[in-house]
């Protein structure tokens, strides 16, 4: 090994420095080093790295690897014991000392003892643990582990080739973290779509397309009074959970919050054919089924006598709409823009002055095949001709989430 040991250090550095930044992931990254030092006879059993990241949920990612078959990518919140665990792990050591810290489970089992991980990993059979301070060109310091179950453990030799390799793995994990948090970021702030085209350099103003889609407006009603009564604290408390009751209703049928603006959403579910069109109205409207239902859920767990109870106001139209970049040089905004959006954003008013839950156009009743649940027409402002409303049944019963003469035909059909 003495003299493979700068032969297998050189190929696995050769290999970050070339093929690795082609991966997805730094969990891809680390799985395929790790094989690649098995393969040079460095008894590598398990690696991981642990990396704090930016994101609004998570505080920290770890990519776990073993001989065994393990390929995990784990996530620490706040809300998991990942603090408690950071407190007494060597990962928190090597961040303080920025020394490897080397736990020799082997020779003598009772150093273990030390960190709650070199337990766990001791009594399922490994030998030699090392952890070891990696390095980014921000000056900021992550943390790559090593385990064996190998006899004899890392010797002298193996040790120097993580040693060897630790820097350029650290510049490949960071360029995958880079790409990560730009992702998060840009999903999290603009939606994954819009995210997607600034990562693809789709940027400047003035750039977009004309898309077919299901337009989503929703807001909270008596949300002025409540915001001129409740403490700033309170009144951001309220708008989470509504605006997450909101968020998961969205994305769990296929569609996309593009904006909050001040107590309102604005989601898109798009379509390009005839059928996607049924379709994408069909989720937009089971997605309004189940943001009520969220809110109810809400209402029935609260507790606290200063906040009411929440109600919204959906409407649901659909067209062509301009989805694109605009704003000023300096500030740039995607979007969703044009007469769609602004009946969409009419009718939505139109939900609250009537006290309707849902309302949906005239477009939307079209391309669901039925005109069930006719709640009038009303002038709106900004458009010449008065606007037809329907009240939707989105009762359980409603297996389409629109009306009863489309959902006992669909039954019909089935059987």
Same mark, same amino acid.
């Given at each position: 090994?003495?003299?493979?040991?700068?032969?297998?250090?050189?190929?696995?550095?050769?290999?970050?420095?070339?093929?690795?930044?082609?991966?997805? @992931?730094?969990?891809?990254?680390?799985?395929?080093?790790?094989?690649?030092?098995?393969?040079?006879?460095?008894?590598?059993?398990?690696?991981?790295?642990?990396?704090?990241?930016?994101?609004?949920?998570?505080?920290?990612?770890?990519?776990?690897?073993?001989?065994?078959?393990?390929?995990?990518?784990?996530?620490?919140?706040?809300?998991?014991?990942? @603090?408690? @665990?950071?407190?007494?792990?060597?990962?928190?050591?090597?961040?303080?000392?920025?020394?490897?810290?080397?736990?020799?489970? /082997?020779?003598?089992?009772?150093?273990?003892?030390?960190?709650?991980?070199?337990?766990?990993?001791?009594?399922?059979?490994?030998?030699?643990? %090392?952890?070891?301070?990696?390095? =980014?060109?921000?000056?900021?310091?992550?943390?790559?582990?090593?385990?064996?179950?190998?006899?004899?453990?890392?010797?002298?030799?193996? %040790? /120097?080739?993580?040693?060897?390799?630790?820097?350029?793995?650290?510049?490949?994990? #960071?360029?995958?973290?880079?790409?990560?948090?730009?992702?998060?970021?840009?999903?999290?702030?603009?939606? +994954?779509?819009?995210?997607?085209?600034?990562?693809?350099?789709?940027?400047?103003?003035?750039?977009?397309?004309? %898309?077919?889609?299901?337009?989503?407006?929703?807001?909270?009603?008596?949300?002025?009074?409540?915001?001129?009564?409740?403490?700033?604290?309170?009144?951001?408390?309220?708008?989470?959970?509504? =605006?997450?009751?909101?968020?998961?209703?969205?994305?769990?049928?296929?569609?996309?919050?593009?904006?909050?603006?001040?107590?309102?959403?604005?989601?898109?579910?798009?379509?390009?054919?005839?059928?996607?069109?049924?379709?994408?109205?069909?989720?937009?409207?089971?997605?309004?089924?189940?943001?009520?239902?969220?809110?109810?859920?809400?209402?029935?767990?609260?507790?606290?006598?200063?906040?009411?109870?929440?109600?919204?106001?959906?409407?649901?139209?659909?067209?062509?709409?301009?989805?694109?970049?605009? /704003?000023?040089?300096?500030?740039?905004? =995607?979007?969703?823009?044009?007469?769609?959006?602004?009946?969409?954003?009419? %009718?939505?008013?139109?939900?609250?002055?009537?006290?309707?839950?849902?309302?949906?156009?005239?477009?939307?009743?079209?391309?669901?095949?039925?005109?069930?649940?006719? =709640?009038?027409?009303?002038?709106?402002?900004?458009? @010449?001709?008065?606007?037809?409303?329907?009240?939707?049944?989105?009762?359980?019963?409603?297996?389409?989430?629109?009306?009863?003469?489309?959902?006992?035909?669909?039954? +019909? #059909?089935?059987?």
């Amino acid at each position: 090994m003495v003299l493979e040991a700068p032969l297998v250090a050189a190929d696995v550095v050769q290999w970050l420095y070339s093929d690795a930044s082609y991966l997805s @992931d730094t969990l891809e990254v680390i799985s395929e080093m790790a094989v690649r030092l098995r393969e040079g006879h460095v008894p590598v059993d398990r690696a991981t790295t642990g990396i704090w990241v930016v994101h609004p949920n998570v505080r920290a990612e770890g990519s776990v690897w073993t001989s065994s078959g393990t390929r995990e990518l784990r996530l620490y919140t706040a809300e998991n014991s990942s @603090d408690e @665990d950071y407190q007494t792990s060597p990962i928190k050591r090597v961040h303080e000392t920025i020394k490897p810290v080397r736990v020799k489970l /082997g020779e003598a089992p009772e150093t273990a003892e030390e960190f709650p991980i070199t337990v766990e990993l001791r009594d399922e059979g490994y030998t030699d643990y %090392i952890a070891l301070p990696m390095p =980014f060109s921000d000056g900021s310091v992550k943390v790559v582990t090593f385990a064996s179950k190998a006899p004899a453990g890392f010797t002298k030799t193996h %040790i /120097g080739v993580f040693e060897s390799i630790v820097r350029p793995l650290g510049l490949v994990c #960071e360029l995958k973290t880079l790409r990560r948090t730009a992702e998060t970021v840009l999903d999290t702030y603009v939606g +994954r779509r819009a995210g997607s085209k600034v990562l693809d350099g789709t940027t400047r103003r003035g750039q977009g397309e004309t %898309i077919k889609a299901v337009v989503s407006f929703a807001d909270i009603r008596g949300f002025t009074r409540l915001s001129n009564t409740l403490p700033p604290d309170m009144i951001v408390s309220f708008l989470n959970k509504y =605006f997450g009751a909101m968020t998961a209703a969205v994305e769990a049928h296929g569609g996309e919050v593009l904006k909050f603006i001040g107590d309102e959403v604005m989601a898109i579910f798009p379509y390009e054919t005839e059928n996607e069109a049924r379709d994408a109205a069909r989720r937009a409207l089971l997605a309004a089924r189940e943001t009520l239902k969220r809110i109810e859920s809400i209402n029935t767990s609260n507790t606290c006598a200063v906040t009411p109870d929440l109600s919204v106001g959906i409407a649901l139209h659909a067209g062509d709409v301009f989805y694109g970049n605009v /704003g000023s040089e300096t500030r740039l905004d =995607f979007t969703v823009v044009g007469p769609v959006v602004n009946l969409a954003a009419r %009718i939505a008013e139109l939900a609250k002055d009537l006290h309707r839950e849902v309302l949906v156009s005239d477009a939307l009743s079209d391309i669901m095949g039925c005109r069930s649940g006719l =709640f009038g027409q009303y002038r709106v402002k900004g458009f @010449d001709d008065p606007v037809s409303v329907y009240s939707p049944d989105l009762s359980d019963e409603s297996k389409l989430g629109y009306c009863p003469e489309s959902t006992a035909a669909l039954a +019909r #059909e089935a059987n």
